[in-house]
């Protein structure tokens, strides 16, 4: 173990070691924070830090009121994809006509919505954020227009300033830009740093609206090799970085979409300073950070960014309310560009939806909401998981994500997924093809299925007709 490895790593090295030589086993009770504290001699936060990391490397998994447990791994038959190797070669982007036509075919209600980005609106308060909303109408300021304009609404910067600071995160309301959802700050995050024919490095597979804003700004994009449990592999990045004059780089540490993957503190500490190193500034998409299924709030790379060189991007689109288009950035030392820009785009965000996300955020618990919407998505994961366990082919490679609502699976090589999603839509059943996922049209043997609707018979019916069109075409 490193000498200058932090505590917390080191009792987390020690405690994984026990797991994977067989100490504990899966199923079996862990030593509970307080145990583990003991024998450590650490304090107690220390041991959470640690547990945090077994829960971010699949090793372990909090059970509301009865402690932690080894991780049986979730498919028992299905192993987890490996870690992607697209080419290091950059490349011009030309996605768009892909993923408006599949999503095109795909956005009737009547499809089982696999292949949605969206979670079930059955999972947010809309009755209380309606009345929220009502309320704030009648009561918006007539001033508001002005008053609101960027960075936006103060009660609502300071509601997110509080979010960051319970994460761990040093963000003031004054470092934070209120946008029209993460798209929007993504976007202007890039135009603020990178010119056109500029390298951008993202995550492969990657989330689509990305490879969009890579593709308007006329940008190349190099596609970085990723791991399904932990993330984008920072060596590759560098040595991209090194090879490729990267200017910017854009990617989700924890839940990634399409992966699930989420970063451990360790790499995210080289991810930092390789970049500070290169002066590369960060485009965090964190859009899914609140949605972890158990255990503690994942950090996110810029707790570790002295140089303010982390653009971290947020959203209330996944977490609260979908329609409200309500995202935000803290920009770091970008911020004032960032919201020049935003300004010559869209002048501001719409006062009534910061005004009511800001009432609910004061009036109504947030916390009390994300734990329901968390276990939620945790038991949804179980029953899409099981059914793919029990109906589709051995071949297949399914991820086990700790949050979010995506899994990401490898089918048999024969697979075609352009051609299992236009099968599946005769069933009336979507899913996100791979290609979508890669400026290199890759992943041509890979879905996206989306797992944040509610667990019913239709679902189970649905996935073992995905199975058996899988099978079909094996
Ligand atoms: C990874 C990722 N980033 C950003 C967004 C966009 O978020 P918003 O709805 O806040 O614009 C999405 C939505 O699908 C997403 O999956």
Avoid at 286 to 295: C, K, P, R, T, W
Avoid at 438 to 466: D, K
Wanted: net charge positive; hydrophobic share 40%; glycine share 6%.
């Amino acid at each position: 173990v490193n000498a200058a490895s932090p505590r917390f790593s080191v009792v987390a090295k020690s405690l994984a070691s026990a797991i994977r030589r067989g100490v504990y086993r899966p199923g079996d009770r862990f030593p509970s924070l307080r145990q583990s504290s003991r024998t450590h001699r650490v304090a107690l936060g220390t041991t959470l830090r640690a547990y945090a990391e077994l829960e971010a490397w699949g090793l372990i998994e909090a059970r509301v009121r009865s402690g932690y447990f080894v991780c049986a791994p979730r498919s028992a038959s299905h192993q987890e994809p490996n870690r992607t190797k697209p080419s290091s070669q950059l490349t011009s982007v030309d996605v768009s006509e892909l993923v408006f036509r599949l999503l095109d075919e795909i956005k009737g209600s009547e499809f089982l919505p696999l292949g949605s980005a969206f979670p079930s609106t059955e999972l947010f308060p809309l009755d209380t954020l309606g009345r929220v909303a009502a309320a704030a109408a009648r009561h918006l300021h007539p001033r508001c227009s002005l008053r609101d304009l960027p960075p936006g609404n103060i009660a609502l910067r300071r509601a997110i300033a509080q979010r960051y600071w319970m994460a761990g995160c040093d963000v003031d309301p004054e470092d934070i830009l209120i946008t029209n959802g993460a798209m929007e700050a993504i976007n202007l995050c890039l135009q603020a740093v990178v010119r056109a024919g500029d390298a951008v490095a993202i995550e492969s597979p990657t989330f689509y609206g990305t490879l969009q804003a890579i593709e308007r700004l006329q940008l190349r994009a190099v596609e970085i090799p990723t791991d399904p449990r932990t993330g984008i592999d920072v060596e590759a990045l560098a040595r991209s970085i090194r090879k490729h004059n990267v200017k910017a780089c854009v990617l989700m540490s924890t839940f990634q979409n399409p992966l699930g993957s989420s970063m451990v503190d360790e790499q995210k500490r080289e991810l930092i300073e390789l970049l500070r190193r290169h002066a590369v500034p960060l485009i965090e998409d964190d859009v899914y950070a609140e949605l972890y299924h158990s255990g503690v709030r994942p950090r996110p790379i810029k707790v570790f960014d002295q140089t303010g060189l982390v653009m971290h991007c947020g959203t209330f689109s996944k977490s609260l309310a979908p329609g409200y288009r309500i995202g935000w950035v803290a920009a770091g030392r970008f911020h004032e560009p960032v919201m020049r820009l935003k300004m010559m785009t869209s002048i501001a965000t719409a006062s009534l939806s910061q005004a009511a996300l800001a009432d609910y955020l004061r009036q109504f618990a947030f916390e009390r909401h994300l734990r329901t919407l968390r276990s939620k998505l945790a038991a949804q994961l179980q029953g899409m998981t099981s059914a793919i366990g029990d109906s589709f082919p051995a071949g297949c490679r399914v991820t086990r994500p700790m949050g979010g609502y995506f899994l990401w699976i490898e089918l048999p090589r024969k697979v075609d997924s352009l051609r299992l999603h236009t099968l599946a839509a005769r069933e009336r059943i979507s899913l996100a093809p791979g290609p979508l996922f890669s400026a290199q049209r890759g992943y041509r043997n890979c879905v996206r299925l989306n797992f944040g609707h509610p667990w019913t018979s239709e679902m189970t019916h649905g996935v073992r007709t995905l199975g058996a069109l899988i099978r079909s075409v094996s």
